[in-house]
C-alpha cells in the first residue's frame, strides 16, 4: 500500500524510470519507429541521389550543346576573331565561361579552326624581346598600355592588331619561365613584371603612393601610410636595388623615383 503510494511514484527513481519510458511509448519512440525513421531516411538519401544525377546529366547535354553551337560560331565568324581585338576578346570570355580556353592553345582543334594559338606564341615573344630589351630602363617594370602601343606600331600592316587584353593573356602563358614574367595591378594601372623578384604588397603600395610624382621620399612614405622608418627604408631599398627605383639626392631629402611610371622607356635612345 505503501509503495502505490502516488506521492512515492514521483520521487522514487525507478518510478521515475517507468514514467519515461511510458511517456516515450506514447510518442511512438521505440526500435519499429527508430527503425522506420531510418527507412524513411534511406528512402530520401536514394531520392536526393537520383535528382542528383539527373541534374548532372542535364547539365552535360547542356554543355555539349554549348560547345556544339560555339564550334560554328567560331567557323562562322573566324575573321572577325582573327582581325578583330575586341571581338576576340568577347569570344574568350565566353568560352571560359565554360571552361574552354581556345585561345591558349598552338595545337589540337582550336589552333586549327582559329589559328590563334599561334599568334600568341608570337605576341609572348615579342613581350620578353621588349621587356629584356629596356630592363636597365625601367627596372624591370612596364605599363601594359603603353606595351601595347609600342608593339602595335612594330608590326607590320598585314599582322593581326593587338589590344591590352591581347598583351595580357600572352603575358599569363610566359607563367612557364617562373616569376620573371607577371602581371601586376597597381591602382589603375597593370604592370608587366620581368624580373624573378617576388613583390609583396608593401612594395606595389609604395609603386601606387608614387603613382601621382612618379616618385616618392621616405618622410613621405612613413607619414602616409604610418610605416616606420625601417619598414620605409627596407621596402625602398629592395626597389632600389632591382632597378625598379632609380635615387636622386640633389635635392636635400632622397627621392626614389619610378620610370616605369612615366612611360616613354620604350623609346630607342
Not at 627596372?139 to 603603353?146: A, D, P, R, Y
Not at 612594395?203 to 601606387?208: G, K, P
Not at 632591382?242 to 612611360?263: H, I, K, N, Y
Request: aromatic residues 8%.
Amino acid at each position: 500500500r505503501f509503495f502505490q503510494s502516488g506521492l512515492l511514484r514521483t520521487l522514487h527513481p525507478i518510478f521515475q524510470l517507468e514514467i519515461q519510458l511510458e511517456s516515450k511509448m506514447r510518442r511512438g519512440v521505440g526500435v519499429g519507429a527508430i527503425q522506420k525513421n531510418a527507412r524513411t531516411q534511406q528512402t530520401f538519401a536514394a531520392k536526393g541521389t537520383e535528382i542528383q544525377t539527373a541534374e548532372i546529366e542535364q547539365m552535360k547535354t547542356q554543355l555539349d550543346t554549348f560547345r556544339s553551337n560555339l564550334e560554328e560560331f567560331a567557323k562562322k565568324y573566324k575573321k572577325e576573331i582573327n582581325k578583330n581585338p575586341e571581338f576576340r576578346k568577347h569570344f574568350a570570355d565566353m568560352c571560359a565561361k565554360i571552361g574552354v580556353d581556345p585561345l591558349a592553345s598552338s595545337k589540337g582543334f582550336w589552333a586549327e579552326l582559329l589559328g590563334v594559338g599561334e599568334f600568341y606564341s608570337e605576341l609572348a615573344v615579342q613581350i620578353v624581346e621588349a621587356c629584356l630589351r629596356t630592363r636597365e630602363r625601367n627596372g624591370g617594370l612596364i605599363e601594359v598600355k603603353e606595351l601595347c602601343t609600342y608593339l602595335q606600331g612594330t608590326r607590320n600592316k598585314q599582322s593581326q592588331a593587338i589590344s591590352v587584353d591581347d598583351i595580357e593573356r600572352a603575358t599569363k602563358r610566359l607563367k612557364v619561365l617562373g616569376s620573371g614574367f607577371q602581371l601586376l595591378s597597381i591602382g589603375s594601372q597593370t604592370m608587366i613584371q620581368s624580373v624573378p623578384c617576388e613583390l609583396n604588397t608593401d612594395h606595389t603600395t609604395i609603386l601606387l603612393l608614387a603613382q601621382a610624382k612618379h616618385f616618392v621620399v621616405g618622410s613621405q612614405v612613413e607619414k602616409e601610410l604610418g610605416w616606420t622608418k625601417d619598414r620605409a627604408s627596407a621596402v625602398l631599398g629592395l626597389l632600389m636595388k632591382e632597378g625598379m627605383a632609380w635615387v636622386d639626392d640633389q635635392e636635400g631629402e632622397r627621392q626614389f623615383w619610378f620610370p616605369s611610371l612615366m612611360g616613354g622607356t620604350l623609346v630607342e635612345t
